[in-house]
């Protein structure tokens, strides 16, 4: 077992990169406009972690048999967010900006409010908060 390896970066590989940081800009991220027409991104989270985003051809490049998978995502994300509520908004912000519903907000039976949305991509990004009492049930 590798016991000093500790997660540090998760990245996504982006057909368009515009539209991309566009839908993670909507979740809150604070990624500079110019940005957009980057080969490569990389934005520093609040915990600590940092999420990179690369275009097709930049992975192509040192890659050359990379192909995407056609009609999956490439990594599943989760962003937490403060209420039930909370969850409902953000699912209709991204919904009404033209994105992919996944699973419409539902009470999950672990204990929380949950919802997934498609990012340009087809990356799965769930949405998701505790409900109330549901910090036992998630723990």
Known sequence: ???????????????????????YRLLGLDIPAE???????????????????????????????WKPTPGAGRVGLAFALPDPAAVDDAYAQLTEAGHRSELEPFDAFWGMRYATVLDPDGTGVDLFALLPGGEAAAG
């Open 1 to 23: 077992m590798i016991t000093d390896a500790k997660p540090a970066l998760v990245g996504i590989v982006v057909a368009d990169m515009e539209r991309t940081l566009a839908f």
């Open 35 to 65: 940005a957009d027409t980057e080969p490569h991104v990389d934005v520093a989270l609040s915990s600590g972690m940092r999420l990179a985003f690369d275009t097709e051809a930049t992975i192509a490049s040192f890659h050359p048999s």
